[in-house]
């Protein structure tokens, strides 16, 4: 796979699994994005130069209708390992809420996976999953779900 056909073959992936995107919930939908790092390579970034990392970052953030608190979790994909603005993108998985008290209460955040090595995915993983940010929205129902692939440079 290329960078620039991450979203399809994740979206194709979801679907193969029989997941909506819209009626995804956070614990399928991060279970999606890890098993698409660990399995999925891409050719034109290669892992070994930090061009292929995952993202995980949480908190509230202004939206278009006022506060959110979002949950995302982000693939970075450096073209060529080429860190130039105009080759960072991100294939991001965003699940927004309601942000309420107990919400705006977990400090914002965000954590890095610079590797698809097993062992550094297993140990990102396990620290997402025990996060404070995950357990508080793991069992609830989004207000929005978003795949988005972008330009981040």
Known sequence: MNAHAARETLER???????ALDRLTVPQGLAGMF???????????PADADADMLLYQWGVSRGDDGDVFELDMARQLILDGDSQ??????LSLA???APTDALRAIQSGNKWCPRPKPQAVDY????VRESEAY????????????LDYFNAG
Request: aromatic share 16%.
């Open 95 to 97: 699940f927004r809420f």
């Open 124 to 127: 990102f993983e396990r620290f």
């Open 135 to 146: 357990r508080a929205v793991s069992d609830m129902e989004p207000m929005e779900v978003e």
């Open 13 to 19: 992936l979801l679907v193969e699994d029989g997941l």
């Open 85 to 90: 603005d105009e080759n960072i993108w991100q």
């Open 35 to 45: 098993a698409f790092y660990r399995n999925q390579r891409v050719e034109d970034c």
